[in-house]
């Protein structure tokens, strides 16, 4: 199985920035989509940028031009660059990632979800 771990992520002020890092371990066959979702309290979780194994990527409107998703093929790892942030930004951000089974077939891994708090 492909474990997730998310890391990056803490307090900052608003305007400043951060980077999540996402890495993939365990049983690797290959990785197709990596998505970064989060969830803030009281709200439904959302796709907040995706990324293909091609490296194709979408956004949720309220990131355009702010957060920009990438990644590193050879490492097994995607990131999230966060800029301009503001305090409507604030959730648990998880990673989620495309596993192909060794047996074939795919299925979805997640990360444990980790904090972002931007505040003054």
């Known amino acids: 199985q492909v474990q997730l771990v998310e890391s990056g992520g803490g307090l900052v002020q608003p305007g400043g920035s951060l980077r999540l890092s996402c890495a993939a371990s365990?049983?690797?066959?290959?990785?197709?989509?990596m998505i970064w979702y989060r969830q803030a309290p009281g709200k439904q979780r959302e796709l907040v940028a995706g990324?293909?194994?091609?490296?194709?990527?979408n956004y949720v409107d309220s990131v355009k031009g702010r957060f920009t998703i990438s990644r590193d093929n050879a490492k097994n790892t995607v990131y999230l660059q966060m800029n301009s942030l503001k305090p409507e930004d604030t959730a648990v951000y998880s990673c989620?990632?495309?596993?192909?089974?060794?047996?074939?077939?795919?299925?979805?891994?997640w990360g444990q979800g980790i904090q972002v708090t931007v505040s003054s």
């Open positions: 989620n990632a495309e596993a192909r089974r060794v047996g074939g077939g795919w299925y979805d891994a």
């Open positions: 990324i293909t194994s091609g490296g194709s990527t």
């Open positions: 365990g049983s690797i066959v290959s990785i197709g989509d």
